[in-house]
């Protein structure tokens, strides 16, 4: 088994892939978090307290130098 270690001091703008759900990131790092996940359902299930949209990794709609840090979990099939 592996521990998961979050630094509570990450500064910047965080693109979660695959934020929905437990929101794990959004819960931690709250409105520094933009998650977004190919699942409205997933997302509505998530905690508030940060953006959430819905969208595909696959084709990303932001611009470059948008987010200083890029999180995912349970997004790989």
């Known amino acids: 088994m592996h521990n998961v ?10 693109l979660d892939v ?3 759900g437990e929101g794990v ?3 931690v ?7 977004i996940d190919v699942s ?4 509505a299930e998530a905690p508030g307290g940060f ?4 969208m595909d ?5 932001f611009p470059d130098n948008s ?5 995912t979990f349970y997004s790989f099939l």
């Open 51 to 54: 953006e959430k949209l819905v």
């Open 29 to 35: 790092y709250g409105p520094q978090v933009t998650a």
């Open 25 to 27: 990131i959004g819960r």
């Open 5 to 14: 270690i979050l630094k509570k001091e990450l500064r910047g703008r965080i």
């Open 57 to 61: 990794a696959k084709s990303l709609t």
């Open 67 to 71: 987010f200083d840090h890029v999180t």
């Open 40 to 43: 409205a359902e997933e997302l």
């Open 18 to 20: 695959g934020g929905g």
